[in-house]
């Protein structure tokens, strides 16, 4: 264990902070002593036995007996109770709803995915199937509601994450304005975080994914809507008006003709997600004699005769790539990235990232190093339990009243 300083204060609050401070040190090490968590905390041994006695009124930690003796009295060994609640990460799509529960650790204890096909898409029946599923996941796991501490919910939409509000969602019925924090926090009962879904697939990547060591990056995703999610100085980047990586509403070349409003899909959303390829293989069909076997084909099809090399294929993609290598140019001048991730069912395609590559070639300021995020990672679902786990101690040892 690493020696990690901690701030001092006014009574209250050091007592407070020395708490925090210990509690993460057992969250991290697993198991440790007492001597242990004096050396890494830097703390008097008598203020750490009054720290670990409160944690243990509070069910936090638990002892585990004896551990190993180097020489002298075996320590009385202490471990994090990662079983004394719950975090749950919800990430809503336009298809599906899909659930994460993990542990106090951030182990995962279940998963599951809901589809919304046939079903009202209504704030109200949204936040309605959450609630449904919510307490079917506790019911399985045998947890009452109270041991749900922070429920994190990932939407395609403008987030205002300090009031918990959507401001819009286009592929949605009725959202909106939708304080939907305030919605769920009625039915949760738990601190309730709102993010966006792209920000939230940065947050996962950089807390288990390929930018884990990675302070500054920006994940692209391409799939059912396309957005940025901004990593700068280890954290996600907002913007004053919480647009910040609403990349569907750039204005490149060739492709921007009028102004929109939130409530449109951008520009690029209707060349780069799946209807626009569609669209582009079907007009390329019509005009050969391929028309009559264009019938169940799929955007991932395009993707995937491109890969074998369908010369038709190929026009589309490359030109879908030529679009995606100028966006990588210009964040990469505008913020000079470590990294760049493209993620999302379209995005992360071997052969939309090999073209993007190959575009990016002999560029003196483009990115060079770029990452896939397969879809099958769920890095949103991760960077909800991420977000859910930074806000867990000021949950389990709130801020003591002034």
């Known amino acids: 264990m690493k020696k990690k300083p901690i701030p001092i204060g006014r009574p209250s609050v050091l007592r407070h902070t020395n708490a925090h401070g210990i509690l993460k040190l057992l969250r991290e090490s697993g198991s440790c002593s007492r001597a242990d968590l004096v050396r890494a905390s830097g703390l008097s041994a008598p203020t750490v036995t009054n720290v670990v006695k409160d944690l243990l009124s509070a069910e936090l930690v638990e002892p585990l007996g004896e551990g190993p003796s180097s020489g002298g009295r075996p320590p009385d060994m202490l471990r994090f109770k990662a079983e004394r609640g719950c975090l749950l990460a919800v990430e809503i799509t336009a298809r599906n709803i899909s659930f994460l529960l993990a542990d106090l650790n951030g182990s995962e204890l279940d998963r599951m995915e809901v589809s919304l096909a046939k079903k009202k898409t209504t704030p109200e029946a949204i936040c309605s199937l959450i609630g449904e599923e919510l307490k079917g996941l506790l019911r399985k796991h045998k947890k009452s509601r109270d041991k749900l501490l922070v429920l994190v919910v990932g939407v395609p939409a403008i987030t205002n994450v300090e009031e918990g509000s959507v401001l819009s969602i286009s592929n949605l019925e009725g959202w909106r304005s939708v304080p939907l924090r305030a919605m769920l926090s009625k039915i949760a009962g738990c601190l309730v975080i709102v993010e966006n879904d792209t920000n939230l697939a940065a947050q996962g990547e950089h807390f288990r994914g390929a930018a884990q060591a990675v302070r500054d990056f920006v994940f692209i995703n391409i799939g059912t809507n396309v957005g940025a999610g901004i990593f700068l100085s280890g954290r996600i980047h907002h913007g004053a008006e919480w647009s910040a990586g609403e990349i569907a509403y750039l204005r490149l070349p060739s492709t921007s003709r009028r102004q929109l409003t939130i409530h449109e899909f951008g520009e690029l959303e209707t060349l780069l997600t799946s209807p626009g390829i569609l669209k582009s293989w079907r007009e390329a069909c019509s005009k050969s004699s391929r028309g009559a076997d ?74 060079t190093k770029i990452a896939s995020s397969p879809p099958g990672q769920r890095a949103g679902l991760w960077g909800c339990i991420s977000l859910a786990l930074e806000a867990l101690p000021s949950v389990l040892l709130p801020q003591p009243a002034r």
Do not use: T, W, Y
Request: net charge negative; hydrophobic share 50%; proline share 3%.
């Open 294 to 367: 264009q019938a169940g084909v799929g955007a991932l099809d395009v993707l995937n005769l491109a890969q074998e090399g369908d010369g038709c294929a190929v026009k589309i993609v490359r030109q879908r790539s030529e679009i995606i290598a100028d966006i990588i140019v210009n964040l990469s001048l505008i913020l000079n990235p470590g990294l760049i991730m493209l993620g999302g069912e379209i995005g992360s395609h071997p052969v939309l990232i090999d073209f993007v590559q190959k575009q990016l070639e002999g560029g003196e300021f483009a990115v």
